[in-house]
């Protein structure tokens, strides 16, 4: 459930809001797009060890996220998020038992423990906020590597489902919920839920590089 175009460092056009989230973390997203992990999917140069790394680390990440949806779903104002939220949650759970499972890396480790301190003691708002760019950056990556396809049929198939219209869908649903309340909101209360995105951000590009180092923690 996961879950980048130089050409498009705006993406798709969003209401207000949410582009206003997207502008501040455009640095970090080039960089994400020019990391060597992201760029071996496609240009064949990624080893296949650390492809499985990321998987077995991605797997322990869902199983936290799904958990992080169904806190957030509580703390939803209406029913109909609070249900989208709760499917999301399933389909996460749905994809990480798919995964092999491994003990979660340093940078994953923290990555969760962000977005759930997030989810957990912060407002709906704040919340989604933290979650938002697991959903977004990798719509936008998923677009950005099926123009170049890969040669190798697993990472092709791991981009086609980012690119992909059902993953489009869920995203663009997540999103209207933030450009529903960002309005309701206080200016401090947009700016938080900003600096929380934007440090997610930061989170998904080291979750890629952990991935290219295979991070190990010390003995």
Known sequence: MRTLCLLLLAPAVFAQPSRELWTAIEPIYAKTLAHPFLTGLTD??????????????????????????????????????????????????????????????????AYVNHFR???????????????????????????ELVRKGSRNPEYQKWIDNYAGEEYARSVRQVLAMYDGLAPKLTAAQRTRAKELFVLSARYEYLFWDMAWREEQWLP
């Open 117 to 143: 301190v997030a989810v957990a003691k912060g407002s709906f708002a704040e919340g989604l906020a933290a979650l938002l760019p697991c959903y977004w950056i990798y719509q936008e990556v998923g677009r």
């Open 44 to 109: 064949g140069t990624l080893p296949p060890e650390r492809f499985r790394y990321y998987l077995q680390q991605d797997a322990a990440y869902l199983d936290a996220f799904a958990q992080a949806l169904r806190d957030l779903a509580a703390k939803a104002p209406s029913r109909e998020w609070a249900a989208t939220l709760r499917r999301h949650a399933n389909e996460a759970i749905a994809a990480e038992k798919k995964l092999p499972p491994a003990a979660m890396a340093p940078v994953n480790y």
